[in-house]
């Protein structure tokens, strides 16, 4: 089995800082695409950011230049760093990822999330 776990989120206040983690476990082969999507309980689930099996990151125009995705390829997870936070930024941030796995000694492809963590920002 794949799993995906997240950790990091919590209460800061405007203008503060988070780093989120999503850890990634299983009998992983390749993981390509990780992401990091947020919803609102009002609101429909967006694509934040996400970072390609080479290093190439893309981000939502409302995160860009205050939002940074890595990833750590060794230890098969990957972070979010979230500056100038803004209470519009409050939300369940989930972790995603296309990856594939060999559980049967083969790859399969595979797209998984996480159980997602809570970031409030306010005063």
């Known amino acids: 089995q794949v799993q995906l776990v997240e950790s990091g989120g919590g209460l800061v206040q405007p203008g503060g800082s988070l780093r989120l983690s999503c850890v990634v476990s299983?009998?992983?082969?390749?993981?390509?695409?990780m992401s990091w999507y947020r919803q609102h309980p009002e609101k429909q689930r967006e694509l934040v950011a996400q970072i390609t099996d080479t290093g190439s990151t893309d981000y939502a125009s409302s995160v860009k230049g205050r939002f940074t995705i890595s990833r750590d390829n060794d230890k098969n997870t990957m972070h979010l760093q979230m500056n100038s936070l803004t209470p519009e930024d409050t939300g369940v941030y989930y972790c995603n990822s296309d990856l594939s796995y060999a559980p049967s000694g083969y790859p399969i492809r595979v797209n998984s999330w996480g159980q997602g963590t809570q970031v409030t920002v306010s005063s």
């Open positions: 299983g009998n992983i082969f390749t993981i390509y695409t």
